[in-house]
């Protein structure tokens, strides 16, 4: 059984870091992208970037280029979203997720909802201004 459970979320002050970690269990890492997203408030679930072992590919969203740092370590089965330079409006739950169809091309590209089948029950990231 394919389960994801992230951990890590708290209370920041804008500028702070926190680091979340995805523990997976159920599948192997190999030919897989793990995907991290974030729900804010009566907003859609957005992707925030994506990263595979396999083929080395990583992606993130515009807006968290050069603050968050996505890595994958498939012996311990656990990714995590290291997160600098917060901002209030990546308040979010964060939820990590494996993604179950793939389109050719990189394993990791754009994170989309619809591409991505199995959903941990997310952590709750505030950043205080």
């Known amino acids: 059984e394919v389960q994801l459970a992230e951990s890590g979320g708290g209370l920041v002050q804008a500028g702070g870091s926190l680091r979340l970690s995805c523990a997976a269990s159920?599948?192997?890492?190999?030919?897989?992208?793990i995907g991290w997203f974030r729900q804010a408030p009566g907003k859609e679930r957005e992707g925030v970037g994506c990263?595979?072992?396999?083929?080395?590919?990583?992606y993130y969203i515009e807006s968290v280029k050069g603050r968050f740092t996505i890595t994958s370590d498939p012996a311990r089965k656990t990714v995590y979203l290291q997160m600098n330079s917060l901002k209030p409006e990546d308040t979010a739950v964060y939820f990590c997720?494996?993604?179950?169809?793939?389109?050719?091309?990189?394993?990791?590209?754009?994170?989309?909802?619809?591409?991505?089948?199995?959903w941990g029950q997310g952590t709750q990231v505030t950043v205080s201004s």
């Open positions: 997720s494996l993604r179950n169809f793939y389109h050719g091309g990189p394993l990791c590209t754009l994170p989309r909802t619809y591409d991505y089948g199995y």
């Open positions: 159920g599948f192997t890492f190999d030919d897989k992208a």
């Open positions: 990263i595979s072992s396999t083929d080395g590919s990583i």
